[in-house]
Structures are given as structure tokens and as C-alpha cells.
């Protein structure tokens, strides 16, 4: 049972990350899809009746992220799903891997109302993003940053025609040690491209709470090899980051770099993490998670849209146990591998 800590029942989240799709088209290194089972593109969207269920019941709804471990793009409803939320006055984007951002997709999430769009380029050159952003069967495909960068360059013209500053166009580095060292080339190829901003993040989970044996040890074994924030070479680790920053500042483009160390211990009674006092994940399933961040919706569902309603499961035992464990010294076992709560995202 739970204290009766006014905090651990906030109000109804302003703030929601809706997985429109499990499915995807890649099979990316560091990415939970290449390590499960495959979802269909059929099984793995999330119906329009579904999504307006959800979203509509949430009458302070102010920002909505429409992406979960699948690719965005593969949902037949993804522009529908904006120009509703746009509507309404919310904010709405997501991440995409931009394979299939075509020209005339690109004209048509802009029309919609498209608040940003973040797309995943892991290297500069062919050979590095190829190495790390495999295809469907596993294997590389030659050609594809080329193409994702025609993609970019499309939805840029596409965002100037229609004489809008949005969607806010950001390109997302997963800094892993095979890509590291193109992360200045990655800033001036943004720069060249014209994008806002270039974000750049850690591996969001080292999976240490798992059993080493268990169903996520290749995830936990990529972790350990490919983390910048391990091993004894930080020195180059924040060498390469303080040149992207330097070609950021000399480009004039945006750059957010993540931090290599743990944050400094936070203050009796804050939040280890503000996720599940603020926002909610909820998966092409129905399945309804503290965040995003856990990759695996049997390592920490609170409750599920088939059985009970988001604001119910909000308020309920569970949802208020695990953020009383995150106002304490022991998180849930999720949380303690978590980039975003060790301040290192």
C-alpha cells in the first residue's frame, strides 16, 4: 500500500509518447527490434479508434510524441494522427529513421501540422551507418544514407515552400564507440543539410537489472562493449565531443551532447526521474509503461488499455508504487541501468 504522498498522485499527464506501430523496417544494432520478435505492420498499428480513445481523454494534453519502438512512418494513420492532434493545439512529433519520408510524405506531415521530427542518422559516412542501421534481413543496405539525406534535404524545401519554421527538423547520434569518431562530420553534414539542431545521446539502458543468461544478453552484452561512458579511453570520448561542439559553434547549428558521467546525487525527496509523474508510454498493445526508456514490456508495465482506462491505471497502486520507490533510495531494478536516470542521456 502506498503512503498517501500527494505526489505520488499527480494530475493526468499534459504529456504522452504513443507507440503508433511496433513494426519497423530496420534491424538497428542497439535497438530492442533486432533482438525480438518481429511485429507485422498490420498487427503492429495501433487503430485510428484507438488513438482517439486515448489521446481525447487526456483534455490537457499538450504534448504528444506518436513513436515507440517501431518506425513511425509504417502507421497507415501517422498523418491523420498529427493533423488530429495539431488541431487540438497540442504539440506532435516523433522519431523516425527517415527511410520513408518521401517528398510527398514530407509536404503532407507539414500540412498537417507536424510540431518536430527527429530522424536517426549514427554515422557520417555510408560505411559507419550502414554498419549500425541494418535492414529488415539483417544485412546493410548500400545506398541508405544517401538516401535518408535526400529525405532531409526534401522535408527542408518542403518546411521553406510552405513558408513554416515547423516541424522542427533534428538530427539524433546514438554516440556508440563504433560511430563516435564521426560525430564532427555528422555536425557539418547537418549544417550542410540545414537542420535545427543535432542531438546527440548514450545508449538509453545498459540492461544491467537483467539476467546476464537471459532473454536481453545480446542487448546487455552491446551495452558493455559499445557505451562511450565505460571503459578507460573517456579521455577521447570527450575530446571527440568537445570538437563536435566546436564545429557546432563554428556552423551556427544547435548541438545537445550527453553527459559521460553519472549526476551529481540528487536531494532527499526529488524524483530520481520525472517520466512517471509527468508523462506516459503507452504501447501499440495497449500496454501502459512508466517510459520509454525500459525497452521491454515485461520489465515494467503498470497496467493495461484493454482492461482498465488510462486515468485508472494512473491513479492506481502500482503507478503509485513505483513513484514512491523513485522519491527513495531504492528505484525500481529498471531504473538503476537507465541513462536518462543516471543524468547521462
Not at 573517456?234 to 575530446?239: G, H, K, S
Not at 509503461?289 to 525497452?295: A, E, K, N, Y
Request: aromatic share 6%; charged share 25%.
Amino acid at each position: 500500500m502506498t503512503s498517501g504522498d500527494p505526489r505520488l498522485l499527480p494530475q493526468l499527464p499534459r504529456e504522452l509518447q504513443v507507440e503508433v506501430t511496433g513494426a519497423c523496417n530496420l534491424r538497428c544494432r542497439m535497438c530492442l527490434v533486432r533482438y525480438a520478435p518481429a511485429a507485422g505492420k498490420r498487427e503492429g498499428a495501433l487503430s485510428f479508434e484507438q488513438y482517439l480513445e486515448l489521446v481525447d481523454g487526456l483534455p490537457d494534453l499538450r504534448k504528444l510524441t506518436l513513436q515507440g519502438l517501431g518506425e513511425p512512418l509504417l502507421s497507415p494513420h501517422i498523418v491523420e494522427m498529427v493533423r488530429h492532434a495539431a488541431a487540438r493545439g497540442v504539440s506532435v512529433g516523433f522519431n523516425s529513421n527517415g527511410t520513408l519520408l518521401g517528398r510527398r510524405r514530407a509536404e503532407e506531415l507539414v500540412a498537417a501540422g507536424l510540431g518536430w521530427l527527429h530522424v536517426s542518422l549514427d554515422g557520417a559516412s555510408a560505411a559507419t551507418y550502414e554498419d549500425v542501421r541494418h535492414g529488415a534481413d539483417f544485412a546493410p543496405r548500400p545506398g541508405q544514407l544517401e538516401r535518408v539525406v535526400g529525405n532531409l534535404r526534401g522535408l527542408v524545401e518542403a518546411r521553406s515552400q510552405a513558408g513554416s519554421d515547423a516541424p522542427r527538423i533534428q538530427l539524433v547520434f546514438v554516440a556508440m564507440r563504433r560511430n563516435i569518431g564521426e560525430l564532427p562530420a555528422l555536425v557539418e553534414l547537418g549544417a550542410d543539410i540545414g537542420v535545427d539542431e543535432v542531438w546527440v545521446q548514450n545508449l538509453s539502458h545498459d540492461f544491467s537489472d537483467t539476467d546476464p543468461a537471459g532473454t536481453y544478453a545480446e542487448m546487455r552484452r552491446y551495452a558493455a562493449e559499445e557505451a562511450i561512458f565505460a571503459g578507460a579511453d573517456e579521455q577521447r570520448m570527450r575530446d571527440l565531443l568537445e570538437r563536435a561542439r566546436e564545429r557546432a559553434s563554428a556552423l551556427g547549428v544547435g548541438l545537445r551532447l550527453p553527459r559521460l558521467e553519472r549526476r551529481a546525487p540528487r536531494r532527499a525527496g526529488e524524483p530520481g526521474c520525472d517520466w512517471p509523474f509527468e508523462s506516459a508510454y503507452v504501447t501499440h498493445r495497449g500496454e501502459v509503461q512508466p517510459c520509454c526508456m525500459v525497452m521491454g514490456s515485461d520489465r515494467a508495465t503498470l497496467g493495461d488499455l484493454r482492461e482498465r482506462p488510462l486515468a485508472e491505471i494512473w491513479r492506481s497502486e502500482e503507478y503509485q508504487g513505483f513513484r514512491a520507490r523513485l522519491l527513495g533510495s531504492d528505484p525500481p531494478a529498471v531504473c538503476r541501468g537507465c541513462s536518462l536516470y543516471n543524468g547521462r542521456f
